[in-house]
């Protein structure tokens, strides 16, 4: 139990990083730095924590918690370091995407080519809607919190209200 823990800060230290660079990568304000690598390392933390045997997760629904809880951090976030929320809610959300999903995808499809086997598709189709699915559920993660209070811009939200009963 113990060495599940430590697993968890270590991924979640190295998905921070590497948030950090997507940020670089992108150009973002050096203001945003420092918050990309908090969103990105609480990204990590709630998918790998949702991925517990004792939580009981599936690898959609924690990365759908991940990047929801970066949907919601990056509004407030945003506010702070001045900056729209995508340049703080991308970057972090980038190390959550399945790599390996895709990749086997890719390689079954290859493989289907030469072989045409029952088995082999199946594979191929399941790694395929599994990094269809994962992707759907960070976008969705990310720009549903975005989209919910967001009313006209980010210094403007009003969390006291519903949004059906914005004021005029």
């Not at 918050?35 to 990590?44: E, P, R």
């Not at 759908?64 to 945003?78: D, H, L, N, R, T």
């Not at 399941?126 to 969705?140: E, G, K, P, Q, R």
């Amino acid at each position: 139990m113990m060495t599940d823990w430590i697993d968890i800060v270590f991924k979640t230290f190295w998905c921070a990083c590497a948030a950090f660079g997507f940020a670089i990568l992108f150009n973002s304000p050096k203001r945003s730095l420092f918050a990309v690598f908090l969103c990105g390392a609480m990204a990590a933390f709630l998918k790998f924590t949702v991925l517990l045997p004792d939580v009981g997760g599936g690898i959609i629904l924690a990365s759908a918690a991940g990047a929801a809880g970066v949907g919601f951090a990056s509004i407030p976030v945003s506010h702070w370091r001045h900056v729209p929320p995508i340049v703080i809610s991308i970057p972090s959300v980038i190390p959550l995407i399945p790599g390996s999903y895709a990749y086997r995808s890719i390689l079954g499809l290859i493989s289907f080519v030469s072989h045409t086997e029952a088995e082999v598709l199946t594979k191929t189709a399941y790694d395929a809607v599994m990094t269809f699915f994962i992707v759907l559920a960070l976008s969705l993660g990310v720009t549903l919190p975005m989209l919910l209070f967001r009313i006209e811009s980010v210094k403007k939200v009003n969390y006291s209200l519903p949004f059906w009963e914005k004021k005029k």
